[in-house]
Nanobody, 120 residues
Framework: QVQLAESGGGLVQAGGSLRLSCVASGTIFIDKMGWYRQAPGKQRELVAVTTNRGNTNYADSVKGRFTISRDNAKKTVYLQMNSLKPEDTAVYYC???????????????WGQGTQVTVSS
């Protein structure tokens, strides 16, 4: 069974910073790790994703402000968020795409979500 544990959300003033962390546990060979977010009344959207080849992709709205990184040995992905804006307020979900090493099936896995609130 694969589980994702997120941490690091909270309340911050506009212009501030937060760092999110997500640790994956279980028998999985991880390909992609990343973050999505969902604001009230809106669809879930990609924030940033990184592959095990080192490729990264960011939403245009966060380019230059957010940085994604990962520690493969720890099965952990981080999201450093700087210059936060009120429109960044959302629930942030950790995302992992990988192969279960027992079934050899690829799948998508999601964390429970962590709230990020940016006050103006």
């Amino acid at each position: 069974q694969v589980q994702l544990a997120e941490s690091g959300g909270g309340l911050v003033q506009a212009g501030g910073s937060l760092r999110l962390s997500c640790v994956a546990s279980g028998t999985i060979f991880i390909d992609k790790m990343g973050w999505y977010r969902q604001a009230p009344g809106k669809q879930r959207e990609l924030v940033a994703v990184t592959t095990n080849r080192g490729n990264t992709n960011y939403a245009d709205s966060v380019k230059g402000r957010f940085t994604i990184s990962r520690d493969n040995a720890k099965k952990t992905v981080y999201l450093q968020m700087n210059s936060l804006k009120p429109e960044d307020t959302a629930v942030y979900y950790c995302y992992v795409h990988g192969m279960h090493t027992t079934t050899l099936n690829y799948g998508d896995y999601w964390g429970q979500g962590t709230q990020v609130t940016v006050s103006s």
